[in-house]
């Protein structure tokens, strides 16, 4: 997108999306937004399953979606909320996993310290949000991607991403 867009900038889908790609690209299979049953519901969607070539393993993938670090830990705990309603099959072990995605942004009066702010949000990321794992991604090709409109005042680096594993049987 020549550093002029990224998916991050956008919502809970473009930034699933992405993670639906990258399970194709590592060899599995993805489907998103398809039909489930959940607890107190007849039926819902799941944000995203993955499957491997194999037949061997298969993940459930719940997703939130915020703009702010500080809101991470909030998000999580709804993605797992929700998480938890879903029914899965019968005699099918599956893993069931909550995730965050936080693309952050940076006030562009701050541009010029834009390392320094990610380096920030990461250490608060490493000591204060609690999960199973978590990953980043900050490209210098939109590490300084302008938002527009009411967000024109701020620069959106990258994206976070929070997991939180929870196991059904």
């Known amino acids: ?34 039909g489930v ?6 039926r ?13 393993q298969g993940e459930y993938i719940e997703a939130k979606h915020t703009w702010s670090i500080k809101s991470a830990s909030d998000a999580l705990s709804q993605a797992k ?29 701050f541009e010029e310290q834009i390392n320094v702010k990610i380096r920030e949000i990461l250490r608060y990321a490493s000591s204060k949000i609690k999960c199973d794992a978590y990953a980043w991604s900050f490209p210098f090709s939109v590490r300084n991607l302008k938002g527009g ?3 024109k005042n701020y620069i959106f680096p990258g994206v976070l991403l929070f997991a939180e594993l929870l196991i059904q049987k």
């Open 37 to 42: 049953k959940k607890r107190g519901k007849k």
């Open 149 to 151: 409109g009411s967000y």
């Open 81 to 109: 909320g929700d998480a938890r309603k879903l029914l899965v099959r019968k005699n099918e072990e599956a893993l069931v996993i909550a995730v965050v995605f936080v693309a952050p942004s940076i006030n562009k009066k």
């Open 44 to 56: 819902g969607s799941c944000d995203l399953y993955i499957h491997s070539i194999d037949g061997k």
């Open 1 to 34: 997108m020549e550093g002029e867009d990224a998916p991050f900038y956008y919502t809970e889908r473009a930034n699933v999306g992405v993670l639906s790609g990258a399970a194709w690209k590592a060899g599995w299979l993805a489907l998103e937004e398809f």
